[in-house]
């Protein structure tokens, strides 16, 4: 079992960062690929960035890419996705999620755990 802890949301207004952080505790010592996804209010969960385990390859969604990005450190088992230029739009509550792969993901099915959330507003 693998738990996950989102942290870093709040408040910023628009053009401002945040930085989300995602602790892993448990069994971390396997080799987990990561994601990142968000759900705004009425809408579905949206796929938003990934990474592999070994090589640290990363992938983003198309809404995000350029503004957004995804790294891990391995060795705090946590991983970051510092967000830029911060729009309106991007008001949501942020997941991220393991996979028991290598090979990272952008299909919510393919992950195994998921963490509570993380609330970030983005005030106009």
């Known amino acids: 079992q693998v738990q996950l802890v989102e942290s870093g949301g709040g408040l910023v207004q628009a053009g401002g960062s945040l930085r989300l952080s995602c602790a892993a505790s448990g069994r971390t010592s396997s080799n987990y690929a990561m994601g990142w996804f968000r759900q705004a209010p009425g809408k579905e969960r949206e796929f938003l960035a990934a990474i592999s385990w070994s090589s640290g390859s990363t992938y983003y969604a198309d809404s995000v890419k350029g503004r957004f990005t995804c790294s891990r450190d391995n060795a705090k088992s946590t991983v970051y996705l510092q967000m830029n230029s911060l729009k309106p739009e991007d008001t949501a509550v942020y997941y991220c999620?393991?996979?028991?792969?290598?090979?990272?993901?952008?299909?919510?099915?393919?992950?195994?755990?998921w963490g509570q959330g993380t609330q970030v507003t983005i005030s106009s």
């Open positions: 999620a393991a996979r028991r792969s290598y090979g990272s993901s952008r299909f919510e099915s393919d992950y195994d755990y």
